[in-house]
């Protein structure tokens, strides 16, 4: 494979490595973002002898590499090849509040408001409480939330914007690349078991059943 760049054309280095290192913006870096869109499909086959993908939204915006998925009629390929980003098993309560956060975002694109979902602290907090166990300790609760709240921050699904002033609440900005990991379908389904949970809570000693 020929990775070398033309003159009119900018290295691919220049552009893997950023995306090996996490999540492109177009926002962030729009020189970098035109020379993603540049090299496009030499990234594409690139990455894909590290057993990666590249996923590019140019409407909203982003793009980041994951695992291809395994392809199962190729025996042992599985156990065989390693993984240059490992699966992440993610708690029931950050699995909710990212979903809660989806459905606040299809929601806000729905209703067709401004570019950007941002979100106070006590109004995500409001969104998980009714799933959560309920705690006498109400800072408890709270401190709970927001070790939930900050490992998304983490996962970069959203941003904690600065605040204008040292008493101001802090906000937090929805990305919209969490539209590539919780897609329609994927939130339908996961309203059912929302419902369930829910139930479960009403009826803690109820039998949950299989799904």
Do not use: C
């Not at 496009?40 to 990666?52: G, M, P, S």
């Not at 709270?142 to 709240?149: A, K, S």
Request: aromatic fraction near 8%; proline fraction near 5%.
């Amino acid at each position: 494979m020929d990775t070398t760049a033309s003159p009119q054309e900018p290295a691919l280095s220049a552009v893997v490595i950023p995306l090996l290192k996490g999540v492109i913006y177009q926002e962030n870096d729009p020189l970098l973002w035109s020379r993603l869109t540049t090299l496009d499909a030499k990234v594409r086959d690139y990455v894909r002898v590290l057993d990666l993908e590249l996923v590019l939204d140019e409407a909203e915006g982003y793009a980041f590499l994951r695992s291809r998925e395994t392809d199962e009629s190729e025996p042992g390929k599985a156990a065989t090849t390693p993984r240059l980003f490992p699966r992440r098993q993610l708690s029931f309560p950050v699995s909710l509040l990212l979903a809660l956060l989806r459905k606040k975002l299809a929601e806000f694109d729905a209703s067709g408001g401004e570019a950007r979902l941002v979100l106070s602290r006590d109004e995500i907090t409001e969104m998980i409480r009714v799933f959560l166990p309920t705690h006498s300790n109400e800072a408890r609760l709270t401190d709970q939330i927001e070790t939930h709240l900050n490992k998304i921050v983490e996962l970069g699904f959203v941003r904690k914007l600065k605040a204008s002033s040292s008493s101001a609440p802090a906000s937090y900005e929805v990305r919209r690349i969490l539209k590539a990991f919780v897609d329609a379908q994927w939130l339908a389904d996961f309203d059912t078991r929302l419902e369930a949970y829910r139930r479960h809570l009403d009826n803690p000693g109820e039998e949950k059943s299989d799904d």
